[in-house]
């Protein structure tokens, strides 16, 4: 017994491991999020619906614009229907989740990213002409401006309602839905633009592409992480 007191007393001097966590001040309580999050089939909704209002916002302002005389023509129709297949596949993989609900992977959306630009840049130079006359720095400015118009408001909408949604890649799923969403701007000004000029669709009509991209990645690292 006495062999046992003094082996609890021992006990007693034995520093506490932990004592120095003792004098820490406890943690910042976190803040409750302002609003509730949106459940899947909500959040599908919510998608699907700024996709829809992004697709008629660039049908308004094409026909607002005016249509080329020539838009059915195969050298037009194909890559309007081309770009189009790719910017709406190119959003069915990036949104949509994966087994066991994962988003799509990093390679998917590095793959997204160099495709919108690649499939915009091949139809270009396979139905356009290399020169359509000497065009001004007026005609360059109004497509401009028309092609930046109609990737506005999908842009705003995709930061909108894509914020906090990305479990990871956050900038890379932003730049994946910007250029896919100028690529979208892009069918439209192609649907009212008459010019044929390769350099003049590469810079001017191509411009919603890089700039979707870039506006996107920065959306998405700054506000797009769930």
């Known amino acids: ?7 609890q007393e021992g006990l007693e001097d034995i520093p506490d491991p932990a004592a120095h966590l003792a004098g820490r001040p406890p943690p910042p309580l976190t803040a409750a999020p302002a ?5 899947r089939p909500a959040r599908a909704r919510r998608v699907a619906s ?3 209002a992004g697709l008629a916002w660039v049908l308004l302002l094409t026909w607002i614009a005016g249509f080329r005389a020539d838009i059915g023509a195969p050298r037009v129709a194909i890559p309007l229907a081309l770009w189009a297949l790719l910017s709406g596949l190119g959003l069915l993989l990036a949104l949509t989740p994966r087994a066991r609900g994962l ?6 959306l590095q793959a997204l990213v160099a495709a919108a630009p690649v499939g915009f840049l091949a139809a270009a130079v396979a139905m356009s002409g290399l020169a359509d006359g000497p065009l001004s720095p007026r005609s360059h400015l109004k497509c401009s401006a028309i092609a930046l118009g109609m990737a506005a408001l999908p842009l705003a ?4 309602v894509l914020r906090r949604s990305f479990l990871s890649a956050p900038a890379w799923r932003g730049a994946a839905i910007g250029a896919l969403c100028g690529l979208g701007a892009v069918i439209g000004v192609q649907a009212h633009c008459p010019y044929d000029d390769l350099l003049h669709i590469t810079f001017v009509h191509g411009l919603p592409i890089a700039a979707g991209a870039l506006l996107g990645a920065a959306a998405g690292a700054l506000r797009g992480r769930a």
């Open 1 to 7: 017994m006495a062999d046992e007191r003094d082996l």
């Open 35 to 39: 609003e509730p999050s949106l459940t």
């Open 50 to 52: 700024a996709i829809l």
């Open 103 to 108: 988003p799509a992977g990093v390679r998917a």
């Open 157 to 160: 909408l995709a930061a909108l």
